[in-house]
Nanobody, 120 residues
Framework: QVQVAESGGGLVQAGGSLRLSCTAS????????MAWFRQRPGKEREFVAA???????DYSDSAKGRFTISRDNTKNTSYLQMNSLKPEDAGVYYC??????????????WGQGTQVTVSS
């Protein structure tokens, strides 16, 4: 049974930083792309960042230059370092492990989400 679990959300002031972590089990982590999505209040879930099994990264326009996705295959863990946070970054952040097709497309294994709140 595949399990995906996020941690590291919380409250931060605008301009601050947070690092989210995601651990996946029940799959061969090193062979799966990993990604982060978010759902902001009143909006649909949207892609934020992805990292391939080879370490290639992909970012949404809003994440480029501020967020960094990484992975540690020895720990079955993916990270999302978020810097220069803005109030509009607030929302629930979901970790995804590739299931079928490109991880950016959304047919993934999902975590329960972690709340990020950014105060202005």
């Amino acid at each position: 049974q595949v399990q995906v679990a996020e941690s590291g959300g919380g409250l931060v002031q605008a301009g601050g930083s947070l690092r989210l972590s995601c651990t996946a089990s029940g799959l061969t982590f090193s062979t799966r792309a990993m990604a982060w999505f978010r759902q902001r209040p009143g909006k649909e879930r949207e892609f934020v960042a992805a990292i391939s099994r080879y370490g290639l990264t992909d970012y949404s326009d809003s994440a480029k230059g501020r967020f960094t996705i990484s992975r540690d295959n020895t720990k079955n863990t993916s990270y999302l370092q978020m810097n220069s946070l803005k109030p509009e970054d607030a929302g629930v952040y979901y970790c995804a492990a590739e299931r079928i097709g490109p991880v950016q497309r959304g047919n993934n294994y999902w975590g329960q989400g972690t709340q990020v709140t950014v105060s202005s």
